[in-house]
C-alpha cells in the first residue's frame, strides 16, 4: 500500500504518482471554502482549486482519497462550511475523512480568517451525521484500510469505528 500525505498543490504529479502506482492520498484541509483555505494555508504557486484536482485525478484513476479534516468548531461545524465540504466531497471524490484538531492559538486564527468566517455552530456530531447522511458511503476513522479492504467506496461497512450520534437535529 502507497499512501502519500500531501497539501495536494500539484495536480500533475499526483496523476503521474497515480499512474505509476500511488494507491492513496490524504489531502490536509482546514477548510473547504477557499478563502479560509488561503488565509490559513498561504499557498505559494498554487491555489485551492489545484488541491481539489489532486483529489479528482485520484478518484479518476479509482484512487484511494481521504482527507485530513482540522476541526475548528464555529468554523467547521457551521452550515457554510459543509455545504462546501460536501461539494468538495461529492467532486473530489473523497472516501475517508479523519477529523482532527486544529491545534493552534484560537485567537491567532481568527485573526487570519475573513471577519465573516464564523457562524453559528451546528455541532461537530451534527455535522458528521449531516455528511453521513448525503454520503452513506464516505468513511470516517483514522487508518486507511489495507489494499485487500480497499474500494472506491473504502473500507467494508462496518470496519471503521462508528461514532455515537445523537438524534437527528429538528
Same mark, same amino acid.
Given at each position: ?75 467547521? =461545524?457551521?452550515?457554510? !462550511?459543509?455545504?462546501?465540504?460536501? &461539494?468538495?466531497?461529492? +467532486? ?6 479523519? #477529523? /482532527? ?14 471577519? =465573516?468566517?464564523?457562524? !453559528?455552530?451546528?455541532?461537530?456530531? &451534527?455535522?458528521?451525521? +449531516? ?6 458511503? #464516505? /468513511? ?31
Amino acid at each position: 500500500m502507497v499512501n502519500l500525505n500531501s497539501n495536494a498543490s500539484l495536480p500533475g504529479k499526483v496523476a503521474q504518482l497515480a499512474d505509476a502506482g500511488l494507491d492513496s492520498i490524504r489531502i490536509s484541509l482546514n477548510s473547504a471554502r477557499p478563502e479560509l483555505y488561503r488565509a490559513y494555508y498561504k499557498p505559494k504557486g498554487y491555489d485551492f482549486h489545484h488541491v481539489l484536482q489532486s483529489a479528482k485525478e485520484m478518484t479518476a484513476r479509482g484512487r484511494y482519497v481521504s482527507l485530513n479534516y482540522f476541526v475548528f468548531p464555529g468554523i467547521s =461545524d457551521t452550515r457554510p !462550511e459543509i455545504e462546501a465540504l460536501a &461539494a468538495f466531497i461529492a +467532486e473530489g471524490g473523497v472516501d475517508l475523512i479523519q #477529523l /482532527r484538531n486544529l491545534n493552534i492559538d484560537p485567537e491567532l486564527y481568527l485573526r487570519v480568517l475573513p471577519e =465573516d468566517a464564523v457562524g !453559528e455552530p451546528l455541532g461537530v456530531l &451534527a455535522m458528521v451525521h +449531516e455528511l453521513r447522511r448525503r454520503f452513506p458511503k #464516505l /468513511r470516517f476513522g483514522y487508518f486507511n484500510p489495507p489494499r485487500t479492504r480497499m474500494g472506491r467506496a473504502g473500507p467494508l461497512p462496518g470496519d471503521d469505528l462508528e461514532l455515537e450520534l445523537p438524534a437527528e437535529p429538528a
